[in-house]
């Protein structure tokens, strides 16, 4: 691909990554924000491979995009929430004003990093299961596990409080 389909496909693929964060956000059915979440994801490992990381966008699509996500799509159906207890959609001042400053902010860093893009070559082995199998469990060891221990701190508190609210109806 040229420089030029380069920019336009980085550019599409990055406007439908904020586009599905904001549906993401702003859904009313947590179901659904999970599904647009997936798209996040996808799209993610679009812009992987337009940086020809072919091993993190595959790993993207198979651990997030799959894994994760099947636990948080669990996690959402074992709370089991009803339309009338996600309440009624409002639109508030604070909401507004949240929207407003984050659209300037998202302008003025594309401002920043449209001007600060440089076509730097990429190292090599970029984007290899070596390199970045080694830079995960040397550098980011730490992290990695942590982000372990913190999804299935969440799994485990979804399943408790779903457990207590299954109670409350047998009692």
Same mark, same amino acid.
């Given at each position: 691909?040229?420089?030029?389909?380069?920019?336009?496909?980085?550019?599409?693929?990055?406007?439908?990554?904020?586009?599905?964060?904001?549906?993401?956000?702003?859904?009313?059915?947590?179901?659904?924000?999970?599904?647009?979440?997936?798209?996040?994801?996808?799209?993610?490992?679009?812009?992987?491979?337009?940086?020809?990381?072919?091993?993190?966008?595959?790993?993207?699509?198979?651990?997030?995009?799959?894994?994760?996500?099947?636990?948080?799509?669990?996690?959402?159906?074992?709370?089991?929430?009803?339309?009338?207890?996600?309440?009624?959609?409002?639109?508030?001042?604070?909401?507004? !004003?949240?929207?407003?400053?984050? @659209?300037? *902010?998202?302008?003025? &860093?594309?401002? %920043? /990093?449209?001007?600060?893009?440089?076509? $730097?070559?990429?190292?090599?082995?970029?984007?290899?299961?070596?390199?970045?199998?080694?830079?995960?469990?040397?550098?980011? !060891?730490?992290?990695?596990?942590? @982000?372990? *221990?913190?999804?299935? &701190?969440?799994? %485990? /508190?979804?399943?408790?409080?779903?457990? $207590?609210?299954?109670?409350?109806?047998?009692?």
């Amino acid at each position: 691909m040229t420089g030029i389909g380069m920019t336009i496909a980085f550019w599409v693929f990055a406007a439908a990554a904020v586009g599905l964060s904001i549906a993401a956000i702003t859904a009313r059915h947590p179901l659904r924000s999970a599904f647009f979440l997936v798209g996040v994801f996808m799209v993610t490992a679009a812009l992987f491979l337009l940086l020809e990381a072919r091993l993190v966008a595959i790993l993207q699509v198979l651990v997030y995009a799959g894994a994760i996500m099947v636990f948080i799509i669990f996690v959402i159906m074992l709370i089991n929430l009803r339309s009338e207890q996600l309440g009624s959609k409002r639109v508030t001042l604070s909401k507004a !004003a949240g929207l407003i400053i984050g @659209v300037g *902010l998202a302008v003025s &860093a594309m401002m %920043v /990093g449209y001007r600060a893009i440089s076509a $730097k070559p990429l190292p090599e082995g970029f984007g290899q299961v070596e390199a970045v199998a080694t830079t995960l469990y040397t550098r980011f !060891a730490f992290a990695f596990e942590a @982000v372990s *221990l913190l999804l299935l &701190a969440a799994i %485990v /508190g979804a399943v408790v409080l779903a457990g $207590k609210k299954g109670q409350k109806k047998k009692g």
